[in-house]
């Protein structure tokens, strides 16, 4: 049981090259969400999914798209990469929205 | 719309000294209320949490926290300071009557003096 796993660990991109993260989930979870995490910033969410099939704007969406691929899998994906984007990511997964979030090691990209 | 504030991005005990981690929310009904704790270059994990009950909970490592209606606060104590216990804290707020996402606060970095 490996809860919630993300790839890759570490990322550096260059302005403009596009990237997905990947995120799965073991635990049967129909909730999903993703963060990212920014020093004074905490952690604000960029896009969500409640359950399989429908995904959500979080707070900081802009520069992001997602895909709810199966009740396992939730993939986000940016386009065209900008220095903002520098952060660390985080997938997280709860049973139903309002309940205990279970949280990935994360991902740190940077962008030149 | 809900939030929640933490008050103090750093705070300072020294080891076997009180710790105390203030959290005040904004909801229209009383709300769930998390901690959890994030050491160094790991994800956030469940400290604690109030849903419904006792207003006084109990999480792992000797943590514990109070809901105040009255205060909107949900204050995270531990008696005695470890060392382990130097991490990030956040709070967070679930209103289930407003959204469906959990709301977290900024975080509060722990430092323990030896």
């Known amino acids: 049981n490996a809860g919630v796993t993300q790839t890759p660990k570490f990322q550096v991109l260059k302005t403009g090259q596009s990237m997905t993260l990947q995120c799965a989930q073991d635990?049967?979870?129909?909730?999903m969400y993703w963060y990212r995490q920014d020093p004074g910033m905490g952690l604000r969410l960029i896009y969500y999914?409640?359950?399989?099939?429908?995904?959500d704007k979080g707070e900081v969406p802009n520069g992001y798209n997602v895909s709810r691929l199966n009740k396992r899998e939730f993939s986000l994906r940016l386009e065209s990469a900008a220095p903002s984007q520098t952060s660390v990511y985080f997938c997280?997964?709860?049973?139903?929205?309002?309940?205990?979030?279970?949280f990935g090691p994360g991902t740190r990209l940077l962008v030149l | 719309a809900q939030s929640v504030t933490q008050l103090g991005s750093h705070v300072s005990v020294s080891e076997g000294a009180l710790v105390l981690l203030r959290c005040n929310y904004s909801?229209?009904?009383?709300?769930?209320l998390f901690w959890y704790v994030q050491y160094p270059n790991q994800g956030l994990q469940l400290l604690l949490k109030?849903?419904?009950?006792?207003?006084l909970v109990k999480g792992i490592n000797g943590f514990e926290a109070e809901f105040k209606k009255s205060e909107t606060s949900f204050h995270l104590t531990k008696p005695s300071a470890h060392m382990s216990d130097a991490a990030e804290y956040f709070c967070?707020?679930?209103?289930?009557?407003?959204?469906?996402?959990?709301?977290f606060g900024k975080g509060t970095r722990l430092h323990i003096l030896p």
């Open positions: 997280a997964s709860s049973e139903a929205p309002g309940l205990t979030q279970y």
């Open positions: 635990m049967n979870h129909n909730s």
């Open positions: 999914s409640a359950s399989e099939g429908t995904t």
């Open positions: 909801s229209s009904v009383p709300p769930y």
């Open positions: 109030y849903t419904t009950g006792a207003t």
């Open positions: 967070a707020v679930f209103d289930m009557n407003r959204d469906d996402k959990i709301i």
